[in-house]
């Protein structure tokens, strides 16, 4: 069984930056991706956007709109873990983000944008942006 548990969410002002991480622990895990999801209040887990994702291996990175150029995802291939900085927050980044691992086979390019895409998730971390 594989797990995610990821840490680093809290409140902010807007302006302000986090950084998220996301540990994976459990089996050995023949990872191909992460990806980082955000659950927006009020709405329901099929509803979940896409923040961004990065390759186990070779580290490419993918990212949604809204966070391009705010946002950077990065790995340490040797502790299994995944970050998240979150930089220039705005209030609409508020939400629960949310981890997920794809395991193999790999695919390229905007295939892991999609939530169908990831077999295990993480329960979440809460991030708020204040005005």
């Known amino acids: 069984q594989v797990q995610l548990v990821e840490s680093g969410g809290g409140l902010v002002q807007a302006g302000g930056s986090l950084r998220l991480s996301c540990a994976v622990s459990g089996q050995t895990f023949s990872g191909c991706a992460m990806g980082w999801f955000r659950q927006a209040p009020g709405k329901e887990r099929e509803e979940r956007d896409f923040?961004?994702?990065?390759?186990?291996?070779?580290?490419?990175?993918f990212y949604g709109d809204s966070v391009k150029g705010r946002f950077t995802i990065s790995r340490d291939n040797a502790k299994n873990t995944v970050f998240l900085q979150m930089n220039s927050l705005k209030p609409e980044d508020t939400g629960v983000y949310y981890c997920?691992?794809?395991?193999?086979?790999?695919?390229?390019?905007?295939?892991?944008?999609?939530?169908?895409?990831?077999?295990?998730w993480g329960q979440g971390t809460q991030v708020t942006v204040s005005p």
């Open positions: 997920a691992a794809a395991v193999r086979p790999c695919y390229s390019g905007t295939y892991y944008s999609r939530l169908g895409r990831y077999d295990y």
């Open positions: 923040v961004g994702s990065i390759r186990w291996n070779g580290g490419s990175t």
